[in-house]
């Protein structure tokens, strides 16, 4: 199976991989918090894409699941969530 899901960040820390779903939202969009956009179809995506990432590059490498939410206006902030889901 081939999985085609767009990867916002693969970073390489030492022998693991770490992928990173970023979501941005305004302020306004308060009540619909970006984290909640991960949902579980998205979550299977991002596996399936990093085990193959993985496999292609025949690599040993431990790999995580991290989400970065970004909110914009007014009080602008960057949240990092390491290991913020497991396959």
Known sequence: VLFRSEVDLIVRKGDECVFVE???STRAEEDYKPEQ???RAKRQRLVGAARQYV??????ATYRFDVVVVTL??????????DAFRP
């Open 22 to 24: 970023v979501k941005a």
């Open 37 to 39: 956009r991960v949902d």
């Open 55 to 60: 496999r292609g590059k025949s690599t040993q």
């Open 73 to 82: 206006g007014g009080e602008e902030s960057v949240e990092h969530w390491p």
